[in-house]
């Protein structure tokens, strides 16, 4: 099992920055996928970007181009740099660490808010 710990999120005006780190109690380089979701208020939870063990990356249209997922396998962390804020940015953030090979897992963290003013 792992736990996961974001933060990172504030309020940042709109074209602005804010790099969000998620990080790991164990290492985050063997984890099949980590993941970044985002929810607004009075929407689903979407699915903003993907990194896996290989490291291949992946986005959603809507942040293609803007986010980008990395990860330091030396402090077990994963982080989105979110450049060019805009007004449909602003949601809580979760990272996810998802296993589908033994040990078996998905967690979830506590979210960070990210709001961005116009």
């Known amino acids: 099992q792992v736990q996961l710990v974001e933060s990172g999120g504030g309020l940042v005006q709109a074209g602005g920055s804010l790099r969000l780190s998620c990080a790991a109690s164990?290492?985050?380089?063997?984890?099949?996928?980590m993941r970044w979701y985002r929810q607004a208020p009075g929407k689903q939870r979407e699915l903003v970007a993907t990194i896996t063990s290989g490291g291949k990356t992946n986005y959603a249209d809507s942040v293609k181009g803007r986010f980008t997922i990395s990860r330091d396998n030396a402090k077990n962390t994963v982080y989105l740099q979110m450049n060019n804020l805009k007004p449909e940015d602003p949601a809580v953030y979760y990272c996810?660490?998802?296993?589908?090979?033994?040990?078996?897992?998905?967690?979830w963290g506590q979210g960070t808010l990210v709001t961005v003013s116009s």
């Open positions: 164990r290492s985050v380089f063997s984890i099949n996928a």
């Open positions: 996810n660490a998802a296993n589908w090979v033994s040990p078996y897992f998905e967690v």
